[in-house]
């Protein structure tokens, strides 16, 4: 499991900063169906809050469209930090998000 470059703190909430006991973290890949291969090879993953900001709550990255936009803009710019160019990430993820 690669390690993620957005966060260096794995052991707090990306989104609410959280640190778990009461809302068990999971690990959120960041470009999920076909890509997630690739935010895991690119360490494009964060932890969230099990319900409240990663599943189940009003703004969970996976109910709302404005929290995954954001997190996929975080990761564009990681990964154009860390890896490689616009171009390069657009050839891997297919569009780019910033």
């Known amino acids: 499991m690669a ?3 957005m966060q ?3 052991n707090t909430c990306y989104l609410c900063g959280a640190n778990g006991t009461m809302d068990y973290l999971h690990w959120h890949h960041v470009f ?3 890509n997630r291969k690739w935010s895991e090879k690119y360490g ?7 319900q409240q900001c990663h599943e189940n709550g009003p703004n969970a990255v996976h109910r709302n469209k404005a929290t995954a ?7 564009q710019r990681a990964f154009e930090r860390v890896h490689g160019t616009r171009e390069d990430f657009i050839k891997i993820f297919g569009k780019n998000y910033l």
Do not use: N, P
């Open 44 to 50: 494009l993953k964060v932890r969230l809050c099990g």
């Open 8 to 10: 260096q703190d794995d």
């Open 3 to 5: 390690k993620s470059i």
């Open 69 to 75: 936009d954001y997190l996929k803009e975080e990761a």
């Open 32 to 34: 999920g169906g076909a």
